[in-house]
């Protein structure tokens, strides 16, 4: 949904740079959580990470 406007006006750097700025970190990170989930790099650092039981009995 978000990306349908995107496609109905030409790309400028002005147009790129206004809409980066009218838009909150705040409001930007839940909804990256919510669709697009962890990054490859939070994937691997969860899958090698050791547990809290692996810890105990090293």
């Keep these: 949904?978000?990306?349908?406007?995107a496609?109905?006006?030409e790309l400028?750097?002005?147009?790129i740079?206004?809409?980066m700025?009218?838009?909150r970190t705040l409001d930007v990170e839940p909804w990256v959580k919510t669709?697009?989930?962890d990054?490859?790099?939070a994937k691997r650092r969860q899958?090698?990470?050791p547990s809290a039981v692996d810890m105990k009995t090293a």
């Design 1 to 5: 949904m978000l990306a349908i406007p």
């Design 7 to 9: 496609f109905l006006t």
């Design 12 to 15: 400028t750097p002005s147009v």
């Design 17 to 19: 740079r206004e809409a």
């Design 21 to 23: 700025t009218s838009v």
């Design 35 to 37: 669709h697009l989930g």
């Design 39 to 41: 990054s490859m790099l």
């Design 47 to 49: 899958a090698f990470r």
